[in-house]
């Protein structure tokens, strides 16, 4: 008779250790809150009035039309998701999108809805609510440089100095793989420093400033210089004193965080372009001092690369070269040089 093979014992099965089911829970956790936070309307028009800036309570609660106590109530479930962020500077209190999103039981839900959301078009009430805001904003720095013309390099140094960027946007130029170099625009001169850059490099160059004050310096500065082949244009990006302009270098230096649409100032830009021809952008990288708007007239708190390089894309361009200088006083400058999609 065949024996019966002895059976083998059944381990019994081993639990997953506390550190992991722990890991676990608070993943759940977070994907909860995040769906939590996502699933009420009014913070999801907080969220898309996020989008592309920063809003101080107060700017929150004439947008939307609420109260303050009901409007904290709302960012304060969305600080707990980790889907807004704060900052106070004097009496306000700033609120932006948070850099990192959720944590990571929730990233990538959140990532997928603030897709979704920002997709679709903006409510009218809200589109018009945001260009109140961008008018009274654009108003103010406007002021800002009517009154602040002579004390312009100083305004300035307080965030980044001339200095610290003039050089690498001159080597940029100097290295671009220019076909001709007839006619360099550079839009908001400031102080007309970087002029003395263009003007022995390009056989003619126009300064744009739509603020005569700044447009007064520039053409101060150039005098005093002997540069004599700059033609000095009042307007923005938008004057008809630029039909017909091509250049062969456009140069827009510490200028989009003061202009209230800096998509459409590329777009501009980009359609004053010759072929062939370049645009050089420096600009701030995205930071949280907000002190900047009222001491330097700014509108913007910088921007994302990835922000830049989408917009540039829209307006037809793709990237040559990019910088990232050190940061100084907390902030990070960004050098980038575009030309046509198409070169």
């Given amino acids: 008779m065949q024996g019966t093979a002895p059976l083998k014992p059944v381990k019994a099965p081993q639990s997953a250790p506390i550190s992991a089911r722990k890991a676990s829970d608070d993943a759940l956790a977070d994907l909860a809150a995040a769906c939590k936070a996502c699933a009420d309307p009014l913070r999801l028009r907080i969220l898309r009035a996020l989008h592309n800036d920063s809003l101080a309570v107060s700017e929150l609660c004439e947008l939307l039309g609420m109260r303050q106590p009901a409007l904290s109530h709302h960012l304060k479930v969305l600080a707990r998701a980790g889907l807004v962020t704060s900052r106070r500077e004097g009496t306000s209190i700033f609120y932006r999108r948070s850099d990192l999103l959720a944590p990571a039981g929730?990233?990538?839900?959140?990532?997928a809805l603030l897709d979704e959301l920002d997709a679709r078009p903006l409510p009218p009430a809200m589109r018009r609510g945001l260009e109140r805001l961008q008018r009274t904003r654009e108003h103010n720095s406007r002021d800002f440089f009517r009154l602040n013309a002579d004390k312009f390099r100083e305004q300035q140094d307080l965030i980044a100095s001339y200095e610290q960027y003039a050089d690498t946007v001159a080597?940029?130029?100097i290295e671009a793989p220019l076909p001709r170099r007839e006619l360099a625009l550079e839009i908001g001169p400031g102080d007309g420093r970087f002029l003395a850059q263009l003007a022995p490099r390009f056989a003619r160059v126009l300064a744009l400033d739509n603020a005569p004050e700044m447009l007064a310096a520039s053409r101060a500065t150039a005098a005093h210089a002997g540069l004599g082949n700059i033609d000095f244009i009042l307007g923005d990006t938008g004057s008809s004193e630029l039909c017909g302009i091509a250049a062969d270098c456009i140069v827009i230096n510490m200028v989009l965080h003061h202009t209230p649409e800096p998509a459409q100032v590329l777009k501009d830009a980009a359609a004053h372009l010759a072929p062939g021809g370049v645009l050089?952008?420096?600009d701030l990288c995205r930071h949280d001092q907000g002190w900047a708007r009222e001491n330097c007239g700014d509108l913007w708190l910088g921007f994302e690369p990835e922000q830049?390089?989408?917009?540039a894309t829209d307006a037809g361009l793709g990237a040559i070269a990019s910088s990232f200088l050190a940061q100084r006083n907390g902030f990070q400058i960004q050098v980038r040089l575009f030309g046509h999609a198409n070169q």
């Fill in 106 to 111: 929730g990233a990538a839900v959140a990532a």
């Fill in 171 to 173: 080597q940029l130029l």
């Fill in 280 to 282: 050089a952008v420096t």
């Fill in 308 to 311: 830049l390089a989408a917009w």
